[in-house]
């Protein structure tokens, strides 16, 4: 066990190491005016996750603690600045990360929906931005494995057409140095392909993948892990 932190104190650490991002990052000024809010609003995000979705027989993992928040922040200090030019920019990341932390863990559509409208409520009262103005594509999806091996920026991917051929490239070359995975990569597939690059990407990352037989668990851990 460990004392709990106060909401101050704990907005101060983070704070502090999305300042110390931002300043290297040399972020335009309406990123680095977000600062605030963006810690304010996951831990929102996260408050009311942790009240409202309370751990169960059939959901014993729905356990959130301030690791949760940590790897959101985290996650939002991936951003590119040369993409990070303005408040959307930095917003569309803030989604995904929140998304991929909380969302992830959820097995149901009542809970991925109410996660979503936690999302919308807190960008349009705390940053006054509308859902429609963030998404700009079919869906928010970042990773750092469209440019190659020599540089991996982690921005988003705009173009799912697109997203699709560079998986279906990257299982292509993996087929060649290794036993063929007969694949077909549709869209859904390649999102879980990018969720697992996302978190090995990461310090220590790991994930506990589930799913029923032959749900693509293995082949989507092995197509991450060679990307």
């Known amino acids: 066990t460990y004392t709990e932190l106060d909401n101050e104190t704990i907005k101060a650490i983070f704070k502090t190491i999305l300042n110390i991002f931002i300043a290297k990052g040399k972020f335009p000024e309406p990123v680095v005016e977000a600062n605030e809010k963006i810690i304010m609003s ?12 309370k751990p169960t027989p059939d959901k014993s993992h729905y356990t959130f603690n301030m690791r949760d928040v940590s790897k959101t922040i985290q996650g939002v200090c991936s951003a590119h ?15 995904h990360e929140n998304t991929r932390v909380f969302g992830d863990r959820l097995t149901t559509a009542i809970d991925r929906t109410m996660l979503a409208d936690l999302l919308k409520e807190q960008a349009e009262t705390v ?4 859902t429609s103005d963030l998404f700009n594509a079919e869906r928010i999806i970042f990773g750092d494995y469209m440019q190659g091996e020599s540089e991996r920026p982690y921005v988003q991917i705009t173009n799912m057409k697109v997203l ?28 879980h392909v990018s969720r697992v690059c996302r978190i090995l990407r990461q310090p220590q990352g790991n ?12 082949s989507s851990a092995k197509i991450a892990s060679y990307i």
Not at 208 to 217: K, P, Y
């Open 42 to 53: 996951v831990l929102a995000i996260y408050g009311a996750v942790k009240e409202r979705l």
């Open 81 to 95: 600045p040369p993409v990070t030019q303005d408040l959307l920019s930095i917003l569309r990341l803030w989604w």
């Open 127 to 130: 940053f006054g931005v509308k």
């Open 164 to 191: 699709i051929e560079r998986i279906e490239r990257y299982l292509e070359d993996y087929c060649g140095e290794n036993k063929p995975m007969k694949l077909v990569m549709f869209l859904d597939a390649c999102d």
């Open 207 to 218: 994930a506990l993948l589930l799913g029923v037989g032959g749900s693509g668990r293995q």
